[in-house]
């Protein structure tokens, strides 16, 4: 099989955390306690699922995929979770989505 290796990334904006009815039935927001193993393994499932798609539709080889699995700094793929805009701040949640 040929590889073709593609260079390409994605953004994503991810509420942190859920709403749920208040008890005078508002919504009131729960915020997430998200940690870096969380992070860490949802970037994991995120990879395999990508490579498992990849396989299905004669993108990859299985055997690639395993090897990729195991290289150094994720295999390419990366999730960082260091931006947090505030609720009030709409204008740099604007700038964050046009990004």
Known sequence: ???????????????????????????QFFEADITTDDIQDLAMK??????????????MDSSDTDDMLR???????SLDASVLI???????LERLLRY
Do not use: E, Q
């Not at 995120?46 to 993108?59: C, D, Q």
């Open 71 to 77: 290289w150094d700094h994720n295999g390419g793929f």
């Open 46 to 59: 995120i990879r395999k699922r990508t490579f498992a798609y990849m396989v299905r539709h004669g993108l």
């Open 86 to 92: 505030p609720d009030w701040d709409r204008v740099g």
């Open 1 to 27: 099989m040929s590889r073709i290796w593609v260079n390409t990334h994605f953004h994503c904006a991810v509420i942190d955390g859920v709403f749920a009815p208040g008890p005078d039935d508002t919504a």
